[in-house]
């Protein structure tokens, strides 16, 4: 089965907020649990490496931040 994501936008909610929720279905009932972590602009790589293909470009000065679930 596919994971679900539903995203609510600040219009769309009740309350103003913005909500994301997100299942991961696991055929084998084994749960892996995820943390979500912030990336602040201070730790960002000022240059990006393509690991396939090897091509490297610089990236802007001003990065914002941004939140991934690794």
């Known amino acids: ?12 909610s009740y309350d103003g ?3 994301v929720a ?3 279905d696991s055929p084998n009932g084994q ?4 943390r979500m972590e912030v990336v ?3 730790a960002q790589p000022r240059t ?7 091509v ?5 000065d001003d990065p ?3 939140t991934s679930v690794p």
Do not use: D, W
């Open 56 to 60: 490297s470009f610089e990236l802007p």
């Open 22 to 24: 997100r299942n991961e």
């Open 1 to 12: 089965m596919a994971c679900t994501t539903i995203l609510v936008g600040k219009r769309a």
């Open 40 to 42: 602040q602009p201070t």
């Open 48 to 54: 990006y490496r393509s690991v396939l293909s090897h």
């Open 17 to 19: 907020s913005t909500i």
């Open 31 to 34: 749960f892996e649990p995820k």
């Open 64 to 66: 914002m931040r941004y």
